[in-house]
């Protein structure tokens, strides 16, 4: 069971915008920021997002993220058959160590 | 450009030692932070711990008392080594970097699969 929660899926035709939640606690969301990878289906994870709302080069302004309180979110606007993947949110907790959350899978209907 | 390279034996016997090394080309590993993390097959990232490329380490709790990671600057390698194998530790197994510990891996290596069975 992962410290921080996620949906399981999600999904969305294309075009439309998808949302992905991740829940935590005082001890890692509440007190530091969330990163955001996504993973395409037998690639390495890609940071998609980084310190709550950042986008790395590369990554297009479809996504974006943002933080408030306990809980992050992840959206993606615009939604393309590309951009089916899984997700993971993940920050670090205060019992010293960097936590995922399970990952969301998101299908492109 | 900067990669990731793991290497080391893609199975090995519960109860043994396993040895992976990192090997980092397109930039040097120093001012750092290295991490391994490990995915189980159909499931999610498990954080194993993290080396600064000073030497300084954090491991995960869960793995602490199995986990020793260590870097050679000279060969921009860094390796991980986990005792006392189980099943459930077989996963693929990624190394990745992060410019601060905020920051986010900003680059991972391609994995490499690790199976854990007699």
Redesign the interface.
Known sequence: Q?VLTQPPSASGTPGQRVTISCSGSRSNIGS??V?W?QQLPG?????LI??NDQR?SGVPDRFSGSKSGTSASLAISGLQSEDEADY?C?T?DD?????????TKVTVL | QVQLQESGPGLVKPSETLSLTCTVSGDSIKSYYWSWIRQPPGKGLEWIGYIYYSGSTNYNPSLRSRVTMSVDTSKNQLSLKLTSLTAVDTAVYYCARAERLATGFDYWGQGTLVTVSS
């Open positions: 992962s530091n920021t990163n990878y690639t390495a994870p890609k940071l980084y310190i790395p993971y993940a670090w019992s010293l160590k960097e936590v995922f959350g399970g990952g």
